[in-house]
């Protein structure tokens, strides 16, 4: 079994999709991260669990849902339905066997799925990790999997937008095999906070570098 964390702000346009859409073997955790459009009823009503995290960050809620889940695996995901829950067997499948520690959804987008400027700080971020750890990703997916222990091992202590980017660190850091897999990236439903705007890009971007310069 995998938990899958879906950390949500304002996602009830969403939530349907991608919840319907969620296989029967996987258990979804939708971590409310102070919603004021009904998410988290949404996501009561069709069935899933719901955290709430009161502290705003998206690290925060990711770490909030890591803490709630007790499957052996989890995944993370966005939960805007630019991506495919039916994915995750795929991109769980080689930490299942054991052939991988940490395995990330390489995107490959839709047309127009992937604004111009979010995809150059995307590849700038992935060029600076393959610099430092020497892991060849082209892609901070916000897709991934892991076990649930060996995560909370790590210590991760970003709670806002670097915490993708301090996982894939640490985790190199730590001998952890690292792979990607191709993910279809598609165009989100209802409106971006993060890097659909240059002013979420640039707060992802601040975050990331202050995880980078530590």
Known sequence: MTDVILPVLNEAEALPWVLSRMPPDLTPIVVDNGSTDGSGAVALRLGAQVVHEPRPGF????FAGLVAATADLVCFMDCDASLDPGDVPRIAAAVHAGTADLVLGARRGVPGAWPAHARLMNAG?????????????????PMRVARRTALLD??????????????????????WRIAEEPVLYHPRIGRSKVT??????????RDMSGVLAA
Not at 125 to 141: N, S, Y
């Open 59 to 62: 690290g925060a809620a990711c």
């Open 125 to 141: 971020l992935a060029f600076e990790l393959r610099r430092r750890t020497g892991v060849p990703l082209t892609d901070l997916g």
């Open 154 to 175: 790590l210590g991760l202590v970003d709670r806002r937008f670097g915490w993708p980017l301090e996982m894939v660190i640490k985790a190199a850091a730590a001998g």
């Open 196 to 205: 659909g705007t240059m002013k979420g890009t640039v707060r992802a971007v």
